[in-house]
């Protein structure tokens, strides 16, 4: 069992590690600690929390929803708790159990929350359910709260731009995105993209093998490689 003061360090140390995007290292430094604490109800919910954004992070969303249910249903610090409904949205959405990650979204909405992570991800929800009106309109509500946000910025072009709603304006809030995040694999797929159906296949191209070039994730290289494709008229 570790003592208090060995505990603080390296749970110090975990956050630091997260904080620097360092989440593997981070999560074994967690789940450490998680096998040597006591019985304490706010070590273990600090400990939980952060095991669950960093599965989250490394994409393992299984894990990632058991620890992030136990901060909702133990967590008195409300803003904590609605950062974990909003993560445990986003898997919901990413792993297509739509009605679960509306229920999330909805129970934040019902307590008067209103922010960008709510409207971004309530978009990209509505996105998924090829509801791409609505997720046009929260991509807006979004942008009105920080008209620098990136994710609502990739969001809202890809959708003008896939859609064919306005491919002209989609384009822009797609540079715009990238000129914000330029190392951003998924937003140079959706630059890329928004090229193609603004008819210039060569900027195309040159988008997307740069996205496929730095994208880490299985998931985003096979969308980018379904794009690269398209584009070369092999699908």
């Not at 994710?151 to 491919?167: C, P, Q």
């Not at 822009?172 to 008819?199: E, I």
Request: hydrophobic share 40%.
């Amino acid at each position: 069992m570790m003592t208090e003061t060995t505990l603080t360090e390296t749970l110090q140390e975990g956050i630091r590690l997260f904080n620097l995007k360092r989440w593997d290292m981070a999560l074994r430094i967690f789940q450490q600690l998680h096998s040597n604490t006591n019985e304490d109800v706010k070590v273990t919910t600090e400990i939980a929390y952060y095991l669950g954004l960093c599965y989250t992070k490394l994409g393992r969303f299984d894990d990632a929803l058991l620890y992030l249910e136990q901060v909702v249903n133990a967590e008195s610090n409300i803003m904590r708790v609605y950062q974990c409904r909003l993560a445990l949205a986003y898997i919901y959405v990413i792993t297509e159990r739509a009605k679960m990650a509306e229920f999330e979204l909805n129970r934040l909405s019902e307590i008067g929350f209103e922010s960008v992570q709510l409207y971004t991800v309530l978009a990209y929800s509505a996105c998924s359910e090829r509801q791409y009106q609505k997720a046009v309109e929260l991509y807006a509500k979004a942008l009105q709260l920080d008209n620098n946000n990136t994710t609502a910025m990739n969001g809202l072009g890809y959708i003008l731009a896939d859609t064919a709603m306005n491919v002209q304006q989609g384009l822009v809030f797609c540079k715009k995105a990238v000129d914000r995040n330029p190392d951003n694999p998924a937003y140079l797929d959706s630059l890329g993209w928004a090229y193609f159906k603004n008819g210039d296949a060569t900027e195309a191209r040159n988008w997307l093998r740069r996205a496929l070039g730095i994208a880490s994730l299985a998931s985003q290289q096979k969308e980018i490689r379904d794009h690269i494709r398209i584009v070369a008229g092999e699908a």
